[in-house]
């Protein structure tokens, strides 16, 4: 049986990890999210924090999948539903829903919304597959794992840099 460990402190423990790769140490986990009913990661260091659902403030006249504004700490950040975004279902924002907040590291504050927290993955149990012919740059590469799940891996720079991303207005 899997150790059980609380919310609290699986949260200090990624905390952790992630300063660790803020500050350069090597860090060879990939953070897992579940988004549009796929398995996606994302580079640690990309990864800048991950927090619960927070009251989100919605913004007029902008895309379905943009959700709007969220406070965090005093700081107010961009919130996408990663899920709507790629065209499918919206994220259904319950206990399970997660923000990862991506673009602080690239100069914005945007929060992908993810429909939950897959937890990390060692690059050395993953199996590149042939990235995909179509859809964006950012979004082509995928992996396998030792169970033989399959991820999908997010170019984070490369979506803050997608012009259809940073363009929220409808």
């Known amino acids: 049986m899997a150790k059980k460990i609380s919310l609290r402190e699986f949260q200090e423990h990624l905390a952790s990890r992630l300063a660790g790769a ?9 953070l897992g999210v ?5 398995n996606w990661l994302l580079e640690l260091f990309d990864s800048g924090e991950i927090v619960p659902l927070p009251p989100i403030t919605g913004v007029p006249l902008t895309r379905p999948w943009y959700v709007g504004l969220a406070n965090i700490r005093g700081t107010l950040f961009s919130v996408s539903d990663f899920s709507a975004f790629l065209g499918c279902d919206p994220t259904p924002h319950n206990a399970n829903a997660r923000l990862v907040l991506v673009g602080a590291r690239h100069g914005s504050n945007a929060a992908l919304l993810a429909a939950r927290l897959l937890g990390l993955k060692r690059r050395e149990g993953l199996t590149p597959l042939p990235p995909l012919e179509s859809g964006p740059e950012w979004a082509r590469e995928r992996v396998e794992d030792s ?9 984070v720079k490369g979506l803050l840099a997608d012009p259809d991303f940073m363009h929220i207005g409808a």
């Open 22 to 30: 803020a500050r350069g140490e090597a860090e060879p986990a990939l």
């Open 34 to 38: 579940q988004a549009g009913g796929e």
């Open 147 to 155: 169970e033989g799940r399959r991820w999908r891996k997010l170019s």
